[in-house]
């Protein structure tokens, strides 16, 4: 070997520090494996107190069951651990710690105290630590729990502290990482100190609670519960209704076992779920929690624990996108009130207040105007509500702008309705229930349509669905199809190419995992009312009941929004009233 100089084994402290260094990354990793050593021990209460974003010190303080005086020392040590005994424990951890690793990489990098008291024991302990070996010991009064103090991470690595961002970026993370152990454990009371505005939890076991401490009262309010098992897979949690999304994925809490991770997969599956009900580049929020057998999961895969490996990954995904969808399907309507006179209310008296359900849904004389309770027509109102999210409130159209948007009054404001957007909407969710009214109109001729290869590749590969959507197609040579039928106003009357065109689309949609919703999607594109398309009154009028009938008025298959809602007061704040 040449510049190397002779191979030697590195001194004990030089290895420690390395190895600390691959499981000890930044402050959030140390208040990762402390609060995961402080919920291995049972605690209710956890505190968490931070100065200067995690560099200049972290103190995790629990009620957890401690640890006995003459094992202190011991846990500090390399691989020490009470979780598991021997290699087949690996198969099946039911933990969050259990390497070993943690106390003794955070003592190698830094100064760490520790005071903690165990059950039974009348007095506590506390020792100081210094390049992992105590350095004083003494006995303190404490009551039964831990409270470790790590001072100056990465003190003596200066190349590595080098690389930390700043106390600001460092105390964010670690506000990420104590509200996501919040929400994957509502039952135990958490508390952050980072600053002047402590964030904590309640721990009464309420998720919807911690989401409310999180995120805040009104979308704690507005989540969707999760409940879902398939075989030996239970998912539960709570899902944001289509109206609350955000433009990252930050919002997506996953927990596997316990266990907060960072999964793309799982990430995806989440988004999926909510295909063609969000505008384009945002995401959803939830915080869903997925329990399955031990062994079926392996947590030993990342040197944080961010990641897992699954013996099923696809299967867990299909099962999560199955919960969030019967969420999403389960939801209640949401309505808009039409108001009801302060004679009425005084009439009812305060033992007689309607439910939130009954002050969100339009009076009955508004009811015929919105088909009923909006149930399909011709089934029976006593079948039951439906199982829609949102519904439209009673809109009385005033016009038409720049033959695109649909002007028209509402209970609180004007609402601007994208006449194409709305269409798709309308034309999509006819095509997926392949109802009458997604009619299908035979050609007198078949029209020839050549197609580029990609085209030819894509209607290939979609066939067989566009023909259950309406579009009965032929292979004609190898590169042109037959067009025998078409859904009503497909291509505007240019069969050949609004099919063109379609498959472009096709060929580039990737945004949702279903291929018979990505075609019903394309098709419903294609045979909408266009932008510039002037329309008379009763045109309107129907766009906007039918809009009201589907399953997601407020955006169209590709996620746009399908209207805009400006508020009574912003149109009088503009005009000085």
Not at 305 to 311: G, I, M, N, S, Y
Not at 544 to 559: K, N, Q
Request: glycine share 10%; proline share 6%; with cysteine.
């Amino acid at each position: 070997m040449s510049g190397a100089g002779r191979i030697r084994q590195l001194p004990p402290e030089v290895a420690a520090r390395i190895a600390a260094g691959e499981v000890i990354e930044r402050p959030v990793s140390v208040v990762r494996e402390l609060l995961d050593n402080a919920i291995d021990a049972g605690a209710k209460r956890i505190r968490v107190t931070i100065v200067e974003g995690g560099l200049r010190s972290m103190e995790v303080n629990d009620d957890g069951r401690g640890i006995p005086p003459d094992q202190v020392e011991v846990a500090f040590e390399r691989h020490a651990t009470s979780k598991i005994a021997g290699a087949g424990d690996l198969r099946r951890v039911a933990t969050l710690g259990f390497r070993g690793e943690a106390l003794g990489a955070i003592a190698a990098a830094a100064e760490v105290e520790i005071v903690t008291r165990a059950e039974g024991e009348p007095v506590g302990v506390a020792v100081l630590l210094a390049d992992r070996e105590a350095v004083r010991r003494s006995a303190r009064a404490a009551p039964v729990g831990t409270t470790i103090t790590v001072r100056e991470l990465f003190a003596k690595v200066p190349a590595r502290r080098s690389f930390l961002g700043s106390a600001a970026s460092e105390g964010r993370q670690i506000t990420t990482l104590v509200s996501h152990y919040a929400l994957a454990y509502p039952g135990i009371a958490f508390r952050l100190e980072a600053g002047r505005r402590p964030f904590q939890t309640s721990g009464d076991g309420n998720l919807r609670h911690a989401v409310a401490a999180v995120y805040g009262a009104e979308q704690g309010e507005a989540m969707l519960d999760v409940a879902h098992e398939e075989g030996d897979i239970a998912i539960s949690g709570l899902a944001g209704p289509p109206s609350l999304h955000r433009g990252n994925r930050t919002g997506i809490a996953l927990f596997v076992n316990g266990r907060w991770v960072q999964s793309a997969a799982l990430r995806f599956a989440v988004s999926d779920a909510y295909q063609s009900e969000l505008p384009g580049g945002r995401y959803p929020v939830a915080s869903v929690a997925l329990h399955l057998p031990a062994e079926a999961v392996d947590v030993n895969v990342h040197p944080a624990k961010a990641e897992v490996r699954f013996r099923d990954q696809r299967g867990v995904a299909r099962v999560l996108r199955h919960a969030i969808v019967k969420a999403l399907e389960g939801a209640a309507p949401v309505g808009w009130s039409l108001g009801e006179t302060e004679a009425a209310g005084e009439a009812r008296g305060e033992a007689g207040r309607p439910s939130l359900r009954e002050r969100l849904q339009p009076p009955e004389s508004a009811q015929p105007a919105l088909r009923g309770d909006l149930a399909p027509e011709g089934s029976p109102s006593e079948a039951g509500p439906r199982t829609q999210r949102e519904t439209l409130p009673l809109l009385r159209v005033v016009g038409q702008v720049a033959t695109t948007y649909v002007v028209a009054e509402g209970p609180d404001g004007m609402y601007l309705i994208d006449q194409h957007a709305a269409h798709e909407r309308v034309v999509f969710d006819r095509l997926k229930g392949r109802t009458a009214e997604a009619a299908v109109q035979p050609l007198l001729e078949p029209v020839l349509v050549e197609l580029d290869r990609t085209a030819a590749a894509v209607f290939e590969e979609h066939g067989v669905n566009l023909e259950r959507l309406g579009l009965q197609l032929e292979p004609f040579g190898d590169a042109a199809c037959l067009v025998r039928a078409a859904p009503a106003g497909f291509g505007d009357g240019n069969i050949a190419g609004g099919l063109r065109a379609m498959l472009e689309k096709l060929g580039d949609e990737r945004r949702g995992a279903d291929p018979f919703d990505r075609a019903a999607a394309s098709v419903a594109c294609h045979s909408s009312v266009r932008a510039g398309m002037a329309l008379s009154l009763e045109e309107m009028r129907q766009l906007i009941e039918d809009l009201g009938a589907t399953t997601s008025p407020r955006t169209c298959p590709h996620g746009r929004p399908t209207l805009v809602h400006v508020r009574q007061e912003t149109l009088d704040r503009q005009f000085g009233r």
